[in-house]
């Protein structure tokens, strides 16, 4: 996207069908305040991506190599201190949030995170909260900074704040071994963060993990 720079703003409305110009009016127009959210990494350039070898792709004399293991999407990026163009989980809106007063807490086997939003804008908008969730120092297998473990989407009027709870699974701390053949969620302190994509996580926690059964 080499004009990214030149135009005041861009609109990705992915498939909207038959009422792609319904859509684009309403939100141009601001009837509608967006509030989507990215599901992939846009890069800065092509050799930024995970698979950016032709081993990995296209790949040679018919094989392609997927050598990237758990390294893909934004964890490539993260990982290698990439910067992107626009990150996992970015979206913009035409009102402005702010989250304050994070609270961990572990109960039967689940992790509970709690936060504040707060619409500080002078619209209606809805903020997706997310929280990722980074391994301890020294884990068995190659991990990432950190990995998505939920999120919610909640619509705030001007103004007003909303305490909001994330459950997370003990999946979401937990890895595949391929010698166990199942999940393991390995003892130790993991940390948690909040924000609105997984590059703006201003709010962190950590929290002691032992016995955690995925």
């Known amino acids: 996207m080499p004009w990214v720079d030149q135009v005041p703003a861009i609109l990705e409305t992915w498939y909207p069908g038959e009422e792609d110009g319904n859509v684009v009016a309403s939100l141009l127009f601001g009837d509608v305040n967006p509030s989507g959210k990215l599901p992939i990494t846009f890069p800065k ?4 991506v995970p698979a950016n070898t032709p081993a990995q792709y296209p790949g040679v004399n018919g094989v392609a190599t997927y050598s990237e293991g758990v390294f893909v999407g ?6 290698h201190g990439i910067e992107p ?12 949030f702010r989250l304050r007063h994070l609270e961990v807490e572990r109960d039967d086997g689940q992790v509970t995170v709690e936060v504040d939003v707060t619409n ?7 903020q997706v909260v ?29 103004g007003q704040t909303q305490h909001v709870r994330i459950r997370l699974a003990a ?20 940390r948690l963060f909040v924000g609105s994509s997984s590059r703006d996580l201003p709010l962190s926690a950590p929290i002691r ?6």
Do not use: M
């Open 45 to 48: 350039a092509g050799g930024d």
């Open 74 to 79: 934004y964890r490539h990026y993260d990982a």
């Open 85 to 96: 163009l626009f990150p996992f989980g970015y979206g913009l809106s035409y009102t402005t």
């Open 120 to 126: 500080t804008g002078s619209r209606t908008g809805a």
């Open 130 to 158: 997310q929280v990722y969730v980074g391994h301890p120092a020294g884990t068995a297998v190659p991990e990432p900074p950190h990995q998505l473990g939920g999120f919610l989407k909640v619509t705030l009027r001007p």
């Open 171 to 190: 999946r979401a701390f937990a890895y595949w071994d391929v010698t166990k053949h199942d999940f393991v969620a390995p003892d130790g302190t993991y």
């Open 209 to 214: 993990i032992r016995g955690l059964r995925p």
